[in-house]
């Protein structure tokens, strides 16, 4: 599965690509909203993303709503400090998961899954 990760923290981005790499995931990283829409106009659509909720400029939130333009349903984990009802709300429907931080790659791969599982 390909995956498209950001976050504009660079550790957490790191460490979210490497999880996913290890679970034999093809990785695409952007730093934002206008680094990730680059990356899907330079390699195609993702499988699915991964994306921050709050990030400067362009949220989570907002990228996945451009992003479900091209693809309505597109699998989506959100990581985030703090979910609250609001957030929820601006999700489209579709596939969409949430992990909260800090979290492990044990964490990661489990809700990978499920949003996979719900997604097919």
Do not use: Y
């Not at 599965?1 to 460490?15: F, K, T």
């Not at 899907?40 to 991964?50: C, I």
């Not at 709300?89 to 044990?106: D, H």
């Amino acid at each position: 599965m390909q995956m498209l990760v950001v976050d504009d923290d660079l550790d957490v981005q790191d460490m979210m690509a490497a999880c996913l790499r290890t679970n034999g995931h093809t990785v695409l990283v952007a730093d934002d909203a206008a680094d990730a829409l680059a990356e899907v106009e330079r390699h195609g659509m993702p499988d699915a993303v991964v994306l921050n909720v709050a990030m400067p400029g362009t949220d989570g939130i907002t990228l996945l709503h451009q992003l479900r333009q091209r693809v309505p349903n597109l699998p989506a984990l959100f990581i985030t400090g703090f979910w609250n009802s609001a957030d929820h709300i601006r999700v489209s429907s579709g596939s969409v998961g949430c992990l909260s931080k800090p979290f492990t790659c044990a964490d990661m791969f489990q809700a990978v899954r499920e949003l996979s599982a719900t997604a097919s």
